[in-house]
């Protein structure tokens, strides 16, 4: 490989670390469990639950990596079904997040009243996350997206950590924000343009996985 193929490679992994960003920034079940907290009890639950979403989004990565590229290794065609999956699901989801940037508002965030230990702030916070069908699903296509692209199951299993950290930074500023009211004037103008953003992203994301992996599916034919 050239030194120009490499950079290539690199920025396209560091490419797919942002697009998970803007997943993890994108409201969801983990953002509205997080905020809530934060408004209702303050930035330390909130903190204690966002590490146990992140421990989740290792999980996620780790065994989403491990499973997938073992399942490629039997069945190479597997990895064109999970192109036309994934490419699928994230084109719905860039839909979606485009539908809702033209809608007057975001999700409702109410606070949250529940007193929570650190502990039980953690496991909350890693049990909405894995048991959070979004997660799965994005996980999977960007697996898919990795391994479809050339990178080793080390380079998928690596993104389990970034992936990780990357959600500590989201959800730490989010804990930070909401639990001093600094997000409540902005929130629905805020979450319109994350959406907008996420929804444009996702679809092209999305409709060039799609793409690959239905062109892979017509070369198998």
């Not at 990780?164 to 989201?170: D, P, Q, R, T």
């Not at 730490?172 to 992203?201: E, H, K, M, P, W």
């Amino acid at each position: 490989m050239t030194g120009t193929d490499e950079l290539t490679m690199w920025t396209l992994y560091l490419a797919t670390w942002g697009g998970l960003i803007l997943a993890q920034i994108a409201p969801g079940p983990n953002f509205i469990a997080v905020s809530g907290a934060a408004l209702g009890r303050g930035f330390k639950p909130a903190f204690f639950m966002t590490c146990g979403v992140a421990t989740a989004t290792f999980v996620w990565g780790a065994a989403t990596a491990l499973g997938l590229a073992s399942l490629v290794a039997l069945y190479p065609g597997t990895l064109t079904l999970l192109r036309i999956i994934g490419g699928g699901y994230l084109t719905f989801m860039g839909y979606k997040g485009l539908r809702s940037a033209l809608r007057a508002s975001g999700p409702s965030i109410a606070p949250s009243a529940l007193a929570l230990t650190p502990a039980a702030a953690w496991r909350r916070g890693f049990l909405i996350n894995m048991t959070n069908p979004k997660s799965a699903l994005t996980w999977g296509a960007i697996t898919s997206f990795l391994l479809g692209s050339g990178f080793s199951s080390i380079h998928a299993f690596g993104m389990a950590p970034l992936g990780a950290i990357s959600a500590l930074g989201v959800y730490i500023t989010y804990s930070f924000l909401f639990s001093r009211g600094l997000a409540r004037q902005l929130y629905g103008r805020f979450t319109r343009i994350v959406d907008g953003l996420f929804g444009l992203a996702f679809a092209i994301f999305g409709c060039k996985l799609l793409k690959d992996g239905i062109e892979e599916f017509v070369r198998r034919a």
